[in-house]
């Protein structure tokens, strides 16, 4: 059964919901977390779709370019030399928002989930790094990172180092190191110049192949096979086509392994569309941090706490039983198609098994009254014919046997 709530519903309101939402977390062994933007805001990196986000900012930043937010971060812009700049100048101050930014009560909260050995692993859209410091090989960056910028060209790949920053916040990027110095030699052996490659940052677009793209789909699949029991989607508006095939995956695999205890959980201050309606078990419309907070109260309220977890367990219990009770009608319903299949056929057999007579004998005979139709115009009549065998199975034996007696005779 789905539940939905506010985190600002009244206390009397959603305080069962968090306790219960509380121990099933408490009880999660293998938690998969998967994180947008949202989770971000609280530490002063605005998200991108809100009406005080980051496509907005850009409209602001450059009013005469002609460029929606989205296509900012998509691969074709690079095509334009105007968008060019205004991206390069964009992602030097997200990389100045980025610097000044903390870590949120959200991000402290998975880094305790891994500390206390419940997280699996944790997925995410972000691109601000404030999960890498802790959670290092039990983080997945879906859209790569700003602490790092590669090459064009040959791949070559850097830190995001404030000489960088400030080139990019000119709209120009800085050539490749590595480019710039293999032109230098061949300059050198009087070889011909070769075109070199620009550094930018190390961030998956739109349009554009993850380089990782293999690993990252490579642990997808492990993380399935280890049965997870618990998934937690936070600060994401679910739009990226790729991502939401992977939730689903993971959300079947949640269910199909921990039928009565595992938990979908979606916390966002929008809430989704209708098409997650079987997929979610929770739905926490709110801010993450908020949610989280709640959370932690309940773990320190051990009377709550166990409250929630006696209902829990009659939930199971319920859950269980009803079940059983349908295991029990499948059976019984089961039993009974199988007794009339077979009062059936033993019927089917009684009505066309009859015992087989000798023509010869004169016992054998029997008069049958065959009555013509009323079309023809002749009287009735009834003639004395001998009583032929019944049709078997075996058509063709059937009429050679008659056709030889008849010759026969």
Not at 14 to 21: E, F, G, K, R, T
Not at 132 to 149: I, P, R, Y
Not at 221 to 241: E, F, Q, W, Y
Not at 364 to 378: G, M, P, Q, V
Request: proline share 4%; net charge positive; aromatic share 6%.
């Amino acid at each position: 059964m789905k539940v939905r709530f506010s985190t600002s519903d009244p206390p009397e309101v959603i305080d069962p919901h968090v306790a219960d939402l509380a121990a099933c977390l408490a009880r999660s062994k293998k938690t998969v977390v998967i994180t947008g933007a949202g989770i971000s805001c609280n530490s002063g990196i605005p998200d991108f779709r809100s009406s005080d986000g980051l496509y907005n900012l850009v409209k602001e930043k450059h009013p005469n370019v002609v460029l929606k937010g989205m296509e900012l971060f998509d691969a074709m812009l690079f095509k334009d030399e105007q968008q060019t700049r205004c991206f390069y100048t964009f992602m030097a101050e997200l990389k100045t928002l980025i610097g000044q930014a903390q870590p949120t009560a959200t991000h402290n909260f998975i880094n305790a989930m891994k500390d206390k050995g419940q997280l699996l692993r944790c997925y995410t859209q972000n691109i601000d790094c404030l999960e890498a410091e802790s959670l290092d090989q039990h983080l997945v960056q879906l859209h790569g990172s700003m602490d790092k910028v590669h090459c064009t060209l040959c791949s070559a790949s850097y830190d995001f180092s404030a000489v960088y920053q400030d080139q990019f916040r000119l709209g120009e990027p800085p050539l490749c190191p590595k480019c710039e110095t293999n032109e230098n030699e061949r300059q050198r052996l009087g070889k011909r110049s070769l075109a070199m490659g620009t550094l930018r940052p190390a961030v998956v677009l739109y349009n554009e192949e993850h380089p990782n793209g293999d690993t990252i789909g490579l642990a997808q699949a492990t993380d399935i096979k280890k049965r997870p029991d618990c998934l937690i989607v936070m600060g994401t508006s679910l739009k990226i086509l790729a991502l939401k095939k992977f939730i689903k995956q993971m959300a079947k695999a949640v269910h199909a392994n921990h039928p009565r205890t595992g938990r979908v959980i979606f916390i966002n201050k929008t809430k989704p569309t209708k098409e997650w309606d079987a997929v979610f078990d929770y739905e926490v419309m709110g801010d993450a941090d908020t949610w989280v907070t709640l959370t932690e109260e309940k773990w320190l309220d051990t009377k709550a706490l166990a409250a929630a977890k006696v209902r829990l367990r009659e939930t199971i219990k319920r859950q269980e039983e009803e079940e059983e009770d349908k295991e029990n009608m499948m059976d019984t319903t089961t039993k009974r198609r199988r007794k009339r299949a077979v009062n059936d056929t033993t019927a089917m057999k009684a009505t066309t098994t009859t015992p087989r007579t000798s023509l010869s004998s004169s016992s054998s005979k029997t008069t049958i009254t065959i009555k013509k139709s009323a079309i023809t115009k002749s009287s009735s009549a009834s003639a004395a014919i001998k009583k032929q065998p019944l049709m078997e199975t075996n058509l063709d034996g059937w009429i050679g046997r008659t056709r030889k007696r008849g010759k026969t005779a």
